[in-house]
Each structure stands twice: as structure tokens, then as C-alpha cells.
């Protein structure tokens, strides 16, 4: 058990939909990461916050945008969903914003199919 | 640009046998770090071991190991006297000294039979 809680484990909607990701980082963990993972593209890094704020953007879309909460609980929201979204979504949580030695901890994903 | 590139798609072995799973990475940095994860078939994902660009000794935790080469960018992962617990996704993954994310390979898939 890495810590890190991802909810809900599986979500299946329409396109045209939003959903919601939900992830709680490890305790003491203040860096939160969002990564998708799909058979074509591989794991592809999101986004990250730190202690509230964005940090770091990668290929995350237009269409996806993500928070961190003063609790440091993250949500990824995904809007006009495609079948292309179709995905396992991990978040992951690390010590902190400089501590680039320190291993990201995942959860154990949420996997989104698009109908 | 980095770049992780993970050779081996698919290694099928029979359970006992040692098996090597290959990591060749780029980077132009001259600090960075280096991680295995584990994805069992279950989905999620494990940490394994992580390793600085400085520090270039082997490492065995009981059967596993680790062999960082910065010579031929290589971190290559050995599993000795596979077992059928073993069957997951290995993915290698790089990251930089001054960046958020990790860099991960294509991943490969070990499959230890009976």
C-alpha cells in the first residue's frame, strides 16, 4: 500500500461528459502529480501541485484542468470527454517540490472508459 | 530532450531462471535520477528502487538487483531465480535534477511461468 487513495477506482461514461478524479497524497507528502497512462501514448505526465499551487504542466489538454486543496487532496476534472480519454489515470505524491531524489508514490489508479 | 527506451516488449522465462530487463536512457544533464517501478497485473504502481546520476553502485535487495552504467546510459534490472509473482510491467523511468516529472519507458512485460 503506497498511501496514496485514489477515488473511484473505475468510471465509465459518455462522451461529452465530465467526471472528476479524486486522489489523497501520503501524509506529509505536499507535491501531488497527475499522470495518464493509454495504450498508445504510454505514461504521460499531467500536472503537478505543490502545497496548493501548479508547479509543473506537461501534455495535459485544454479540455483537463486539476487543483490541490488546502487538505492537499487533488482532483483532475475531464471535460468533453472523447473516446480517445479512455485511460488509467494515477496520481502521485512525493515529500516535496525540491526533493527530485525522492520517489513519486502512486495510487492505484482510476481507469475511465469513454462509451 | 530525455528520452527512457526499453527494448524488451515482452520476456517470457520459466519460473527459477534469471531474467535481465534492459533501460537505456538519454538525458543532456549531468545530475539526474534514475527509478524502477513495478505494475502488477492487478494495475498499480510500485516503487522499486531509485538511483542518482552520481552514484554508480550496484544494488541487490534479495533477488533483485539494479546495474547502472553511466559509460552506456544504461540501468539495467535483474531479477535472480524468477518466480511467477514476478509476471508484471517493469518500467523504467528517468527524471531530472531541476524537473517534476518522470520520463518513463514503453515498459516491459515479464511473464514467468511454471
Known amino acids: 500500500d503506497s498511501g496514496v487513495t485514489q477515488t473511484p477506482k473505475h468510471l465509465i461514461t459518455a462522451t461529452g461528459q465530465r467526471v472528476t478524479l479524486r486522489c489523497s497524497p501520503r501524509?506529509?507528502?505536499?507535491?501531488v502529480y497527475w499522470y495518464q497512462q493509454s495504450l498508445d501514448q504510454g505514461l504521460q505526465f499531467l500536472i503537478q501541485y505543490y502545497n496548493g499551487e501548479e508547479r509543473a504542466k506537461g501534455n495535459i489538454l485544454e479540455r483537463f484542468s486539476a487543483q490541490q486543496f488546502p487538505d492537499l487532496h487533488s482532483e483532475l476534472n475531464l471535460s468533453s470527454l472523447e473516446l480517445g480519454d479512455s485511460a488509467l489515470y494515477f496520481c502521485?505524491?512525493?515529500?516535496?517540490?525540491?526533493?527530485?531524489?525522492?520517489?513519486?508514490?502512486f495510487g492505484d489508479g482510476t481507469r475511465l472508459s469513454i462509451l | 530532450a530525455q528520452k527512457v527506451t526499453q527494448a524488451q516488449t515482452e520476456i517470457s522465462v520459466v519460473e527459477k531462471e534469471d531474467v535481465t530487463l534492459d533501460c537505456v536512457y538519454e538525458?543532456?544533464?549531468?545530475?539526474?535520477?534514475l527509478f524502477w517501478y513495478k505494475q502488477p497485473p492487478s494495475g498499480e504502481l510500485v516503487f522499486l528502487i531509485r538511483?542518482?546520476?552520481?552514484?554508480?553502485q550496484n544494488e541487490i535487495s534479495g533477488r533483485y538487483s539494479w546495474n547502472f552504467q553511466k559509460s552506456t546510459s544504461s540501468f539495467n534490472f535483474t531479477i535472480t531465480a524468477s518466480q511467477v509473482v514476478d509476471s508484471a510491467v517493469y518500467f523504467c523511468a528517468l527524471r531530472h535534477n531541476t524537473a517534476s516529472k518522470l520520463t518513463f519507458g514503453t515498459g516491459t512485460r515479464l511473464q514467468v511461468t511454471l
Open positions: 501524509s506529509g507528502d505536499l507535491s
Open positions: 538511483r542518482n546520476s552520481f552514484d554508480e
Open positions: 502521485a505524491s512525493s515529500v516535496g517540490q525540491g526533493n527530485f531524489d525522492q520517489p513519486q508514490h
Open positions: 538525458t543532456r544533464d549531468t545530475t539526474y535520477y
